[in-house]
């Protein structure tokens, strides 16, 4: 006759779960408080208000760090450009819409597709805060502060977003498509028509 403890896990030996079980906990409750946070957009934006400010205000005061702020500022161009993008390049698009020949609606007028983000926006708050949090926290790395002309900098990454955002902008209008919901007409349906509206 075998003994329970041959088979099965030994009881004596200290097993790895504790440190698991904590950490998926701990993912769990994270998770669950990003869920709850998902339609509090105005809320969410003032925190990463909130935490930017901290961060500028930190490298403010010690005046460095800007190779950080750079690398940050870059990051965050390239998620804006894919906030802005929609999720299927137009271009891209076409040619493929040109190779199996037309399809459905021939018109744009006739069909209403809405805007799709590359990049949703809670996607982008949660990219844009854990950024930020991750330079606030290299801040309190000496190994970081390399000494840089700061203006230089500055103005490379001015360019940058200027020559980009110009190519955005210019792709917007080529395709015709906005990123923002301001100002776009809305479907309200159709009035029911009654006895007494009608006479």
């Known amino acids: ?60 005061f010690l005046q460095g760090f800007y190779i950080i702020s750079y690398g940050l500022g870059i990051y965050i161009l390239n998620l ?26 021939t018109r744009g007028s006739d069909e209403f597709r809405p805007f ?7 996607k982008f708050w949660y990219s844009i805060t854990k950024a930020f949090c991750i330079a606030f926290v290299m801040t309190f790395f000496s190994a970081f502060d390399v000494p840089v002309f ?6 490379y990454w001015l360019v940058l977003f200027f020559l980009t955002m110009k190519r955005q902008i210019l792709h917007m209008i080529k395709h015709r498509y906005v990123p923002f919901s301001v100002g776009k007409q809305r479907y309200t349906g159709k009035k029911v028509v009654t006895d007494d509206t009608s006479s």
């Open 80 to 105: 804006l450009i894919a906030f802005l993008s929609p999720q299927v390049d137009p271009e891209i698009q076409d040619i493929n819409t040109s190779e199996d020949g037309p399809i459905l609606p």
């Open 116 to 122: 799709v983000r590359r990049l949703p926006e809670f």
């Open 1 to 60: 006759m075998e003994s329970a403890g041959a088979v099965g896990i030994d009881e004596n030996q200290p097993s790895g779960g504790f440190f698991s079980e904590w950490s998926s906990g701990v993912s769990r409750k994270y998770q669950y408080l990003l869920d709850k946070s998902t339609p509090h957009v105005l809320r969410r934006w003032i925190g990463f208000g909130f935490v930017a400010v901290i961060y500028m205000i930190r490298v403010y």
């Open 150 to 155: 700061w203006p230089i900098l500055l103005f």
